[in-house]
């Protein structure tokens, strides 16, 4: 399996921003951040042929965005940002302009949320919005699912 070098895009970033907040931060866990991304760095490594590897990626990069986001709520942000893209070059998602700018859109609606959080000093609030908007989302496509499904298939679903 060849690799492409669009593949490590993100894993790239990832590391520059992780070592240059590290640096920069003056938390006392500094080596957690560390750890954690080789433990990223690692899994995206060692599970390259397997087929479920988006899921080991996500838990991987758990941790670090943890590790993270206790440094600075923008710094949990970035590397959110970082392994979603990891997780979507794994699932081959962003391949065309489409799936790029829908990536840019999911970057782009989560800072207003990341803004609630920080203005209102609590969590409660925009993870209620969270919810609500990804219920919307679901219900949305659930809809769309089973349109599909009796237009095209001619069978009830």
């Not at 970035?78 to 829908?102: K, P, Q, S, T």
Request: hydrophobic letters at 55%.
């Amino acid at each position: 399996m060849k690799s492409v070098i669009g593949d490590y895009g993100f894993l790239a970033a990832l590391a520059a921003g992780v070592a240059g907040i590290t640096m920069l931060s003056a938390s006392p866990q500094w080596y957690l951040n560390i750890i954690f991304f080789s433990l990223i760095a690692g899994v995206w490594y060692g599970t390259r042929t397997w087929p479920d590897r988006a899921f080991y990626l996500v838990c991987a990069g758990g941790p670090l965005i943890l590790a993270m986001g206790s440094i600075n709520l923008w710094a949990g942000l970035f590397v959110i940002w970082m392994v979603a893209g990891i997780v979507c070059n794994a699932l081959r998602i962003l391949v065309l302009h489409d799936e790029i700018r829908l990536f840019i859109l999911f970057c782009g609606a989560t800072v207003p949320v990341a803004i609630l959080a920080r203005v209102s000093n609590h969590v409660v609030l925009p993870l209620l919005l969270l919810c609500t908007v990804t219920g919307i989302i679901i219900a949305v496509q659930a809809i769309r699912n089973y349109k599909f499904r009796k237009q095209y298939s001619g069978v009830r679903p």
